[in-house]
């Protein structure tokens, strides 16, 4: 006789990566009530985070004040689960300490369950937690990510750690979507040598494999299955719960009941789904396939200036350089399509000497503030640099534009021409198909290279750590002398976004290098630079 089969549900959880976790009370309503018709198991309803930078929504936190304002149905009392990060307990001396600031004891709690995610550099110091959190009464799971490619005697050991601990499931996660039957029966067999316990599974669908893997784990013991509905999570997303369900049925206990799950799939899921368009597509098959991290395809899918052409490109750079941790910083070098040879003809002294630079962001703050910037502008008259494209500032207050990625300058290559700033752009480095398109319009030639954690600027070429623009214009004000660097329109992502780690480490290695200049942004912002307000500058 099989044993029982628990089904998780964790859609707002793993689907909040495409909204910051910030889901309308009507949808949870509904979702909620469709679980209870389910029979669900448990509902993982969210993280429940210390970390607070950036905007994120209430289920990024999970909190109980938080929870205890919706209406939870009376069927998934004792059912409703959160998901803590192991990187934010796995030190052992404040574990305690973080632990008791994210929980209180189950009692007064509406939680009952509790995972921790980690890696395997995690793992083992994140497992005396079960013990803190065993006692205050709350059920423990553990998320073992990203084992695909470990050995069998280090899944082994691992498991065998566990099974020291009082964990209640020990989960595997198939973080790159890219395991298959035999990856799973292998995986299944190592961790059973050590473990126990209860095993669950996490399936991404990277390669259409999410619900394969998930049912044959059935027939090699595994009795925890997660799922979200239509699939919604990072990347490509997981085992849909409404073909779960449907997979399961009878191997579960109790009758659920799906009319309610497919009228929240078409009146919420699907309108979602077709704005941010999780789902298998063959760049998630490859990823898949060659162990690249999925947020690279999600990134670029959600960037209008990747073409099916560049995204195949950039995706042979990642199977070829490794792309199994995502970085932005990868992401630029792919990008890259400069020649090896540095070369630039304009001097950028020639014009800023002495002067302040003000360079304006993409950031809705250069909307907002759109009349006291042109205002700061006619006062103090700098140089202004915008960014690519942007326009929110009257044409005639901007002295040029710059723009140093070749697929961004194929992408908007028309736009430039409607724009009559001249480009600062490292144009006699680009491809011949670029240089052609931009013939017949004005462009300053301002070379670059990428060296990592490197800033210098030279008289008219520079060497920075990343492509992105802004460490392109912030060259560009050092190799002219400028007095001065401003910042309007920088407002930064949300503190999960792999974004934000990648501009404060620009802005980090820029201001620690010798050739910065004093930088100051004079709209709200992220970023951890220094700040004042435009309001304090006008007179």
Not at 152 to 160: G, I, K, P, Q, S
Not at 257 to 262: F, R, V
Request: proline fraction near 4%.
């Amino acid at each position: 006789m099989k044993e029982k089969i628990y089904h998780l549900d964790c859609t707002l959880r793993d689907g909040g990566y495409y909204n910051n976790w910030d889901f309308p009370t009507g949808l949870v309503t509904d979702y909620l009530e469709a679980m209870d018709a389910l029979n669900i198991d448990f509902v993982e309803i969210g993280f429940r985070s210390l970390k607070n930078k950036g905007f994120k929504g209430g289920f990024a936190y999970s909190k109980d004040n938080f929870l205890s304002t919706f209406d939870i149905p009376k069927g998934l009392k004792n059912k409703i689960g959160v998901m803590i990060n192991g990187a934010e307990i796995s030190n052992f001396s404040s574990q305690d300490q973080a632990l008791g600031a994210l929980f209180c004891d189950k009692s007064n709690s509406p939680v009952s369950l509790v995972r921790i995610a980690c890696h395997v550099h995690e793992f083992i110091d994140c497992l005396p937690a079960s013990i803190w959190l065993k006692k205050r009464g709350y059920l423990v799971g553990f998320n073992l990510m990203q084992i695909a490619d470990r050995s069998y005697e280090e899944l082994v050991d691992l498991a065998t750690e566990a099974n020291k601990y009082p964990l209640d499931v020990l989960y595997f996660a198939d973080s790159m979507g890219s395991l298959n039957s035999n990856k799973v029966l292998e995986i299944v067999s190592a961790l059973k040598e050590g473990w126990r316990g209860a095993l669950g599974i996490h399936a991404h669908d990277n390669m259409g494999l999410a619900m394969q893997n998930t049912l044959e784990s059935i027939d090699v013991g595994v009795t925890w299955l997660d799922s979200t509905v239509t699939g919604m999570g990072r990347g490509p997303g997981n085992t849909q719960t409404e073909y779960l369900v449907l997979a399961t049925e009878g191997e579960r206990d109790g009758t659920s009941n799906s009319t309610k799950l497919l009228d929240i799939i078409h009146k919420h899921f699907d309108p979602i789904k077709k704005k941010y368009g999780w789902g298998i597509n063959p760049f998630y098959y490859l990823a898949g396939k060659h162990g690249i991290h999925p947020i690279y395809i999600q990134v670029m899918m959600q960037d209008s200036r990747y073409n099916a052409e560049n995204i195949m490109l950039l995706i042979d750079y990642l199977i070829a350089n490794g792309g199994k941790k995502f970085s932005l910083d990868t992401l630029n070098e792919a990008r890259h399509f400069y020649s090896d040879a540095v070369s630039g003809s304009w001097s950028p002294r020639e014009t800023i000497n002495n002067r302040e630079v003000l360079i304006i962001g993409a950031g809705h703050g250069t909307k907002q503030y759109k009349k006291q910037i042109e205002t700061y502008i006619e006062m103090y008259r700098p140089y202004v640099i915008a960014l690519n494209t942007q326009k929110d500032i009257r044409a005639d207050l901007l002295d040029s534009r710059a723009v140093c990625h070749p697929i961004r300058l194929l992408a908007d290559c028309k736009e430039y021409f409607k724009l009559p700033q001249p480009l600062i752009a490292p144009i006699s480095m680009l491809p011949k198909n670029v240089k052609r398109e931009l013939s017949n319009k004005e462009v300053l030639d301002f070379g670059l290279t990428i060296k990592p954690n490197q800033f210098k600027a030279h008289q008219n070429y520079c060497e920075i750590s990343t492509s992105l623009v802004i460490a392109y214009a912030l060259a560009i004000a050092s190799s002219g002398n400028a007095k001065e660097v401003t910042l309007v329109g920088f407002d930064g992502f949300g503190a999960d976004d792999a974004r934000s780690n990648e501009m404060d480490s620009l802005f980090s290695v820029y201001m620690s290098s010798e050739d910065a200049i004093p930088l100051t942004s004079i709209t709200p912002t992220l970023y951890d630079i220094p700040v004042q307000s435009i309001f304090g500058r006008i007179k």
